[in-house]
């Protein structure tokens, strides 16, 4: 599986960035897909996922500003993201599980994709 983030970078608070996440070697369609972003200093934690049905699920710190969509047929997840702040500032990283639950499983992870945001 390989996964290949795309679209970060430096924006202002107040602005908006839209992540990619191109997917190949997977049946993209019946896996689950999320985001995780790590700041300086600081654990990686789960900020959205997609199930394959396409039910989504959000971090607290990011709900009302962040969607997560997937088009199957070009294999991609993307990350919008409205209203950034300073605290978004991270790398983000594109990742293939599973949730079971209440609990999304990471699997295969992609490189990371830095954004950047300036107050």
């Known amino acids: 599986v390989q996964l290949q983030a795309s679209g970060g970078g430096l924006v202002q608070a107040g602005g908006s960035l839209r992540l990619s996440c191109a997917a190949s070697?997977?049946?993209?369609?019946?896996?689950?897909m999320g985001w995780y972003r790590q700041a300086p200093g600081k654990e990686r934690e789960l900020v959205a996922d997609?199930?394959?049905?396409?039910?989504?699920n959000y971090a607290d710190s990011v709900k009302g500003r962040f969607t997560i969509t997937r088009d199957n047929a070009q294999t991609t997840v993307y990350l919008q993201m409205n209203s950034l702040k300073a605290e978004d500032t991270a790398v983000y990283y594109c990742?293939?599980?599973?949730?079971?639950?209440?609990?999304?499983?990471?699997?295969?992870w992609g490189q990371g994709t830095q954004v950047t945001v300036s107050s």
């Open positions: 997609i199930t394959s049905g396409g039910g989504t």
């Open positions: 070697g997977t049946i993209f369609s019946i896996n689950d």
């Open positions: 990742n293939q599980g599973y949730r079971s639950g209440a609990t999304y499983y990471p699997r295969f």
